[in-house]
């Protein structure tokens, strides 16, 4: 028998302990779940405690699918190993042993967000909003760079000693959806309504056209339970609880708890919205609110921190090539603003100067009544104006709620040349990214009537 393993098995049902899993040796088992064991370990070469994540595809006797899991688990694990973010579980090694993957990774010494969702164990209402707020902020930043966690919940959610918010499994919550369709073709059922109740109900029907939104209503979900300690979706069968999240409002959290502001209530039904595109479309937006929520409870902390704003703005694609303080800077010649859904950002034949630039959400541009094009989250808007200030040639309205930075060209003529070469730079790829994109519909549509 191999070393490594002289101790006890690394897989799920094994009995023992190994004494080490790569080059980490094992002090001891801190956990199970559906797809495995989580270890505490000790890294040698960086001298640091580590969690030990193994991950197993049960044996299969189908051709190459366990090369294809190991090739998705390390293709998730690299996704994650991009993640830096103080909010975010950092990723340090993956590899595979004994048909076993593991990711290597940062260890937090304390809870999960499931110790604090039982009533009698209620964190106070503001700690809460503070702690979805982190929350918001790593998911944005893990959206603006392509990764979806697919399974926000409590267990997932940690609180370091220094009471620090950690997001825990991205990049293989993937995996983990994956196991739990298995289990459920397996008919084990034991943690699986547990999972079912984050959800959103187009993971349930679609769940390979989710999007980032999936996560929006996850937090939702965790938000309502730490403030009632109560899952907003429960049943004592899979089937039930995704009947409940698919169908059924739960119950209001002011019915629960009637002292609690009521805009915390429209918060919470916003984010668990079953129709995505009235949900919280970034969690830049449902981080916003939570700040308005806070006034209630504590006025100090009503304005979203200027530095948070500079992270989102950071971690947004347009904004990709430019430093803190280049942002900062361009922050100086622009304000935020938020439209709501269906309302007009700028009319046809408006003569102003302004780029808007979308944080959050997406509009629709409108010509003579119809909408001709879509401009998606990330994207900007609003070049020609300006660059030359010449009338607005189309409307374009809000088709979710939106939040924008809204950028003054005679403003920044007033900071330096080097950002403002920099943004025109940024301006420029996008417009020909557009160009290039209506080139190819242009294409097609003439191909199509050939």
Avoid at 269 to 296: C, M, N, P, W
Wanted: proline residues 4%; contains cysteine.
């Amino acid at each position: 028998m191999d070393e490594k393993m002289q101790s006890g098995n690394i897989l799920p049902g094994g009995k023992g302990t190994p004494k080490k899993v790569g080059r980490h040796t094992i002090f001891h088992e801190l956990g199970r779940g559906a797809m495995g064991s989580v270890l505490l370990g000790h890294d040698p070469y960086i001298d640091r405690l580590v969690a030990i994540k193994i991950s197993l595809q049960k044996k299969s006797t189908l051709p190459n699918q366990e090369d294809t899991f190991h090739k998705g688990f390390f293709h998730e694990a690299r996704m994650a190993g991009k993640l830096n973010h103080p909010n975010i579980v950092s990723v340090f090694d993956v590899d595979v042993e004994d048909n076993a993957c593991y990711l290597a990774m940062e260890h937090v010494d304390g809870p999960t967000l499931k110790d604090f969702c039982k009533e009698g164990n209620l964190l106070p209402v503001d700690r809460v909003i503070d702690i979805i707020y982190d929350c918001c902020k790593a998911l944005d930043y893990a959206h603006n760079k392509g990764i979806v966690h697919w399974d926000i919940k409590p267990a997932n959610i940690m609180i370091n000693g220094a009471g620090i918010v950690k997001i825990t499994d991205f990049g293989i919550s993937r995996m983990a959806h994956e196991a739990l369709s298995e289990a459920i073709d397996d008919g084990k059922k034991d943690n699986i309504t547990g999972t079912f109740s984050y959800m959103s109900p187009q993971h349930i029907k679609e769940p390979s056209k989710i999007d980032s939104r999936n996560d929006i209503f996850s937090l939702g979900c965790v938000l309502y339970e730490l403030i009632t300690g109560q899952k907003a979706f429960e049943g004592d069968s899979y089937f039930t609880v995704a009947y409940k999240v698919a169908n059924q409002e739960p119950v209001s959290i002011l019915d629960i708890r009637p002292e609690l502001p009521e805009t915390l209530e429209k918060i919470v039904k916003k984010a668990i919205s079953k129709d995505s595109d009235k949900r919280y479309q970034t969690g830049l937006e449902f981080a916003y609110d939570l700040r308005v929520a806070s006034r209630h409870l504590s006025p100090a902390k009503s304005e979203m921190p200027a530095e948070d704003v500079i992270d989102y703005v950071c971690n947004t694609p347009f904004f990709s090539e430019f430093s803190r303080d280049h942002v900062k800077e361009i922050l100086s010649a622009s304000s935020i603003m938020r439209v709501s859904k269906g309302n007009t950002v700028v009319s046809e034949g408006d003569i102003d100067d302004t780029l808007f630039v979308i944080l959050s959400g997406c509009v629709d541009v409108i010509k003579n009544n119809t909408k001709i094009d879509t401009i998606d989250q990330g994207e900007c808007f609003g070049e020609l104006a300006y660059l030359s200030g010449h009338p607005r040639a189309a409307t374009l309205k809000a088709s979710t709620d939106c939040v924008f930075i809204k950028i003054s060209a005679t403003l920044m003529g007033k900071i330096s040349e080097t950002i403002q070469l920099l943004f025109l730079k940024s301006m420029a790829l996008a417009l020909v990214d557009r160009i290039s994109i209506n080139h190819k519909l242009i294409v097609s549509l003439l191909n199509e009537k050939s």
